[in-house]
Each structure stands twice: as C-alpha cells, then as structure tokens.
C-alpha cells in the first residue's frame, strides 16, 4: 500500500507517525515544504517542494500512483488540490473546493448553517460593500459595540480581530473590515461571544461523523494568555475525552452541530463531504456556538488526538472514502494528554534565531515529539526555522500527569527556545472551569 502525504507541519508528522502505526504498513510518499526529520524517518520518499505547485504534485502523485492521498493543511484544499488529485484517480482525505469553503468562506459558513437552520451561530452579517455606515451601525446598535471582524478567505489564521484585543474602537473595526472587502471581497461581522472555547474534530464520509477526544488550544504567546495571538503554544485533553469544564449537554451539542453541518454541506454542494470536520466552538451562558469551522487536522490538536488513535488510522482514512467508515472502526485510548509547543525565543514577532542549533532529549514511551518549522542537515543536526519548532506531548492518566512529561521534556531541550509551561496546570484549568461555572450560575 501507498500513501500520498501533502502536509507542511507538525501536523504531517503526527498523520505520518499515525499512518506508519497501521498494520497495512504503508509505504509513505511525503510531499512537503521542508525537510521535516521526523517526517523523513517514517517515508520512504520525501519530496521538497512548494505544495502550492499543484502540477508538480499531480506529476509525484503519477508516478508513485499511491492507493490514496492525505492533504494536511488549508491552502491546497481551498485551492482545490482534491479536485485535482481525484481527477487523475488519487482517492483524497480531503474535502473537494466547493466543500472546503467551509473553512475557506467564513461568509459560506454563517450563511450555510443559517440557510439550513443549524442554530448555532452568534448574531452575524456578511458585508460585501465598503459602506461603512452600514458597519457602523450593525456594530452600535445591533452588537452594542462588542464584536469580531473575519477576514472571508484563507489568512493563516491571521485574519480574525476581536473588539477590545486588537480593536478599540468602531471606527478601528470598519476601517479593517474594509481593508478585508478590499482584499478578498467580502467581511463578516459578528457578536463578540463570551465562554470558553474548545475544538471537536471529527472523521465525516457524507452524512457519518465519528468524533474525536475534545481538545483545548492555547494561542497567546505567553503564561497567562498574554501577547499577541499565533497558530497555538499548545494544547491539552482529558482521559473522558471531554474537558473539565463541559457538560456532557456540550459535548453532545457540539457533535450534532458537527453531524448537521455534514448534512448541509451535502444538501448544498451536491457531494459528500469527506477529510477530517474540526468545529472551533465556545461553551457560552446559555449552551454552545460555533465559532468557527476548519476542514482539516489542527495543529496542534491533531499532536493530542493522534498519538491516542488505538484503532487503525489507514482502515479510518479507507471508511471515509469508500463510505463505509462505522463507529467500531475508530478507538481512543482513555489518556489524557498536553502538548506543549517548542518555539524559538523570539517567537512570533521576532525571527533571530532562525538557522540557530536546538537538540532534543530521548523520548519516553509516555511522550511523543512532533517537528514542525525545523530543518536536519546531513550531518543529524537540527536548525531553527521562524515558526513553531516543535509541539512535545505528554500522556498520562491525568491532565496532571501528562503535563508534567510534557513539561520535565520541554525542560531538556537545548537551543534558544522557550514554551509556556503553563498549559494543562491546575490552576489554569480550574480558572477556567470557574468562569464557566459563574457565567451559568
């Protein structure tokens, strides 16, 4: 068996390390931005090249004429690399152009699950006209001066700005949600929503969605939640595979906001949808809302849910393309787990350290190491790129547990880096169970 895997993260090496863990023992295809080294111990041929260049992939695809394809991140999905790959006759874990809007089209979501009456959105409107007064008075009076701006394309994650955190007036707000209709053509603005957030990632073939372990991100740059926001410092789930501070009531909302938005997609573009569906939501006053969709592995979510999979990753990907993927095909481990991300020291908005030397301690069996913005030269040693070195997981039978491998594991690496040693905490965590507690009570 072959696999063809598009990836250009952690991530990737996280779907490779599951792939590489099947019974099938596929033979991995890598096709990747960069020499990833964990990527490069577990494929037998890894490609280099700009995953964007989607001639050049369709030709790597040709002659390796793999059984199936995985796409990892956003852009070659919203650019329609499925579309392209099952034309030629690739099978693709990844939804088709039309379908990954949903994370392409912040617009296409809140319009779709209005259109379909899934009722879990905050109040919204999508603006296609740079009219500002418009803007302004949805904001004043309908929102009462609380609220968020989306960017409607594909920005990396870089294009949400919240009122009172990167906004601090009206005039602020309309002023960048103009320069978003200038930019992509379109902008959503919604109500400013209070809660606590947390992600359900399930594997959906259709109308068919087996849910995975919940998982809380954390993506301000330091302790505390402070600083500037980033693609994630980490990220921790439960042994329940829900989280200390939701109901079972919020589980189950979540995952039929999850199953009903498959449903719409297939009513509204005429195809299955088929990939991994990731619902980003916030447990509110009065239940659970979405906040946003993506159509792919998190990063690093997927670094916690993977490493737990009992079941067989290769028969999961074959289930969601052939159609038949059932609830006794999909097991997790009952670990709790925390992830901790390896970033340079200047991290996000300082890049000194790229090309520096950073070396990593020997793995226990109750931890994993994910690589992600990192090169290995011929000689074995590790060189810093700009972004996210490396996201180190700890497993355990508590939260507790599982944080403090991360954290002893984190506390080895050698090299200018740093991690915030405050994800999956007790007293992290219990601050939020409390505010979540009062907003209810």
Do not use: W
Request: charged content about 25%; some cysteine.
């Amino acid at each position: 068996m072959k696999v063809l895997l598009i990836t250009s993260s952690a991530r990737g090496h996280a779907i490779a390390d599951a792939l590489a863990r099947s019974q099938h023992n596929p033979e991995i295809i890598s096709v990747s931005t960069s020499h990833n080294p964990g990527i490069i111990k577990l494929a037998s041929q890894q490609h280099v090249i700009d995953i964007m260049d989607f001639d050049r992939v369709l030709e790597i695809a040709k002659k390796s004429k793999p059984d199936f394809a995985i796409i990892g991140p956003e852009d070659p999905m919203g650019a329609g690399l499925t579309n392209i790959l099952e034309e030629a006759g690739v099978p693709t874990v990844a939804p088709r152009k039309e379908l990954a809007r949903i994370e392409a089209s912040k617009g296409f979501t809140r319009e779709l699950l209005e259109k379909h009456g899934i009722d879990a959105s905050p109040k919204f409107k999508v603006f296609s006209s740079t009219e500002g007064r418009l803007m302004n008075t949805f904001i004043d009076q309908d929102l009462e001066g609380n609220f968020v701006i989306k960017y409607d394309a594909l920005k990396g994650g870089k294009g949400v700005k919240v009122s009172g955190e990167h906004i601090h007036s009206t005039e602020e707000g309309v002023a960048y949600a103009k320069e978003c209709i200038e930019e992509c053509g379109k902008v959503v603005i919604e109500e400013k929503l209070i809660g606590q957030e947390f992600s359900l990632l399930s594997f959906v073939t259709g109308t068919k969605c087996i849910d995975m372990p919940a998982v809380q991100d954390h993506k301000r740059a330091f302790e505390g939640d402070t600083g500037p926001n980033t693609g994630g410092m980490g990220t921790y789930s439960a042994a329940d595979h829900s989280l200390p501070f939701l109901t079972q009531a919020d589980i189950d909302r979540a995952s039929e906001i999850n199953q009903l938005t498959a449903q719409a997609l297939l009513k509204e573009c005429g195809a299955p949808f088929v990939g991994i569906l990731y619902g980003g939501f916030i447990a509110v006053k009065d239940g659970v809302r979405l906040i946003e969709y993506n159509a792919r592995f998190g990063d690093p979510e997927a670094l916690n849910i993977l490493p737990l999979l009992s079941s067989d990753f290769v028969e999961i990907c074959q289930g969601m393309l052939n159609g038949e993927l059932t609830k006794s095909m999909v097991s997790f481990d009952s670990k709790a787990t925390v992830c901790m991300y390896i970033t340079p020291k200047g991290y996000p908005e300082n890049k000194d350290q790229r090309g520096e030397t950073v070396s990593f301690p020997e793995v226990p069996e109750n931890a994993r190491i994910f690589y992600g913005d990192i090169s290995e030269e011929k000689d074995g040693t590790l060189k810093l790129g700009g972004s996210r070195t490396a996201g180190l997981v700890g497993i355990g039978d508590t939260i507790s547990q599982a944080q403090q491998v991360a954290q002893k594991l984190c506390e080895q690496v050698k090299g200018p880096v740093r991690f915030r040693s405050d994800i999956g905490t007790s007293p992290v965590i219990e601050k939020r169970v409390q505010m979540l507690s009062e907003l209810r009570s």
